[in-house]
């Protein structure tokens, strides 16, 4: 039979199955589902665990440790983690369940830490005590089929350098040779050839904003019961273009990562069999896997994985200059040319402080203030010391608030703001117990959060009252998942990424940061060759 032959049938199937399947080779090589009967046991049983962080090492505040991991509530479990444990494992599950013969055992996992990617290493006690718990529930659990993790990629554990890889270890010490490991990964991972050493597979977000999360953990599913069933014999290849970039230049709805992404779902649709995944990295991670990274799993065919990574790392060193160059304007210019767009009626404009990570920083807001402008949204401040002192004064809704917002993380940041105005709403949001906002100006207000809070869409501020269509300006601490609810919908006409008047870490001059564990001239655009 040619190629041809086997392709065109493929092609007519993809036309009468949804739109998910069509497009993945484990959903046509895959066992169909079939249902459990009634008392008997599942045919396979998978440990599922979840620990992600995208670690900022050179951010302040010290190291995270177990505590900072528990503000947030306790870790999950069992049917808790299962059925609320985020989009990666929502996707899982509801494949799994489809099949209707995997028994899955949700193993204790860290909710999230407090401050997220604005928070700095991990300790390796920290790591050790959640990965500890769920190595000694997963003893209790075996045998097991199979384990999914799902994780980010880039977090940073102090004496650990590659944690995902380490956990992965760690499961397959208890698991054995024999049970596949599974992983879905946000592509802002750091991630090098040795978590597959110790897993079998490795799924990862193809879009920035992260549409396709959910897609990922379902992808996962199909390819995890295909291996456990003997249909799929996972055979690896990695490639490292040595290519660095800031995560503002990941944006996959431009050129070129969308040629990158497109590139990797072309070879994916030619191969049945084949995955191919691509880490653009997490720079602000002090990590020696940090990069770009590509990974590529065939059905035993060796020879088409080292092709496959061969040609996606030709591909991104090709593309290399567009890929790590970008210039935004500092806040001053982004505020004059906002203004300049709104007399031309080209509102409502968003200004986003893409490298703010502590989200403290407060030119935009300074520069706003001294250009006089008015309908202003700050959403949102990191100011926990204005917080504490609202709650210390008990302040209301009504009564009057005057005092310094943000600027309190140290240089970068800037010097807090003095604001005069109204405390419009105080109480618990986002997970967090202490959140204000502040009416300010001619129709401006501010939301204060007590850590770094990245709102994408207009309906994440639709509480206390705001209603977005009021503001004529939004100032968002984001660098591309703003763009779902207020780019790609055509929301926001006039965008502006505003750049720090600094050399401050979360820039896109990587240059300035002391790195300890990465030679930055080992990479482009500060050296680097293939």
């Known amino acids: 039979m040619t190629r041809q032959c086997v392709i065109f049938p493929l092609l007519v199937i993809s036309l009468l199955v949804p739109a998910l399947l069509a497009s993945d080779p484990a959903a046509a090589q895959g066992p169909s589902a079939t249902p459990v009967v009634e008392g008997e046991r599942p045919t396979y049983r998978v440990a599922v665990a979840r620990f992600s962080h995208e670690t900022c090492t050179f951010c302040p505040g010290g190291d995270t440790g177990i505590e900072d ?63 500890g718990r769920m190595i000694d529930e997963l003893r209790d659990a075996l045998p097991v089929d199979g384990v ?68 990922q953990g379902d992808r996962a599913a199909r390819y995890l019961r295909a291996v456990m069933a003997g249909r799929y014999t996972p055979t690896t290849a990695t490639s490292r273009p040595p290519v660095i970039t800031p995560t503002v230049l990941q944006w996959t709805g431009a050129s070129p ?12 649709d030619r191969e049945p069999g084949a995955y191919v995944s691509v880490f653009l990295g997490f720079p602000w991670s002090d990590v020696p896997n940090v990069g770009t990274t590509v990974h590529v799993m065939t059905d035993d065919d060796q020879a088409l994985a080292d092709a496959i990574a061969e040609d996606m790392a030709e591909f991104i060193w090709r593309v290399r200059e567009e890929y790590a160059s970008g210039e935004f304007p500092l806040p001053d210019e982004a505020v004059r040319l906002t203004r300049e767009a709104l007399e031309r009626g080209e509102g409502p404009a968003v200004l986003a402080d893409y490298w703010d990570r502590p989200g403290d920083a407060t030119w935009t807001l300074r520069a706003l203030l001294e250009q006089e402008v008015d309908g202003i949204l700050y959403a949102a401040l990191s100011a926990q010391p204005t917080l504490d002192a609202i709650w210390e004064a008990d302040l209301q809704p009504g009564d009057v608030f005057e005092g310094a917002v943000g600027g309190y993380t140290g240089e970068q940041a800037g010097e807090p703001v003095e604001l005069s105005g109204t405390l419009r709403w105080r109480g618990a949001r986002w997970g967090y117990e202490q959140v204000a906002v502040i009416d300010f100006g001619e129709r401006s207000s501010i939301i204060l959060v007590p850590a770094y809070q990245q709102v994408t869409t207009p309906g994440a501020i639709r509480f206390a009252g705001i209603e977005p269509d009021d503001y004529d300006i939004f100032v968002l601490k984001t660098r591309v998942h703003f763009r779902r609810g207020f780019d790609e919908t055509g929301y926001a006409p006039t965008i502006h990424i ?33």
């Open 69 to 131: 991991w528990l503000l947030m509530g306790e870790p999950q479990s069992g049917l808790d983690l299962l059925e609320g444990g985020g989009t990666y494992i929502r996707g899982f599950v509801d494949r799994a369940r489809d099949y209707g013969d995997i028994e899955m055992i949700g193993l204790s996992s860290p909710r999230g830490v407090f401050g997220g990617s604005s928070r700095s290493w991990n300790t390796e006690e920290t790591f050790d005590h959640f990965v």
């Open 148 to 215: 999914y993790l799902a994780l980010h990629g880039a977090m940073a554990v102090r004496n650990i350098p590659r944690p995902e890889a380490e956990m992965a270890r760690r499961f397959r010490e208890v698991v054995g040779p024999d049970v596949p490991i599974v992983a879905a990964f946000d592509l802002h991972g750091n991630e090098d050839e040795v978590f597959l050493e110790w897993a079998d597979g490795a799924f990862v977000t193809k879009r920035f904003p992260h549409y396709d999360a959910y897609r």
């Open 498 to 530: 505003v750049d720090a008047p600094g050399d401050w870490f979360g820039t896109i001059r990587l240059d300035a940061l002391e790195y300890e564990n990465v030679r930055l001239e080992d990479f482009y655009p500060y050296g680097g060759r293939r």
């Open 257 to 268: 990562v969308m040629d990158i992404m497109e590139r990797a779902r072309r070879w994916e």
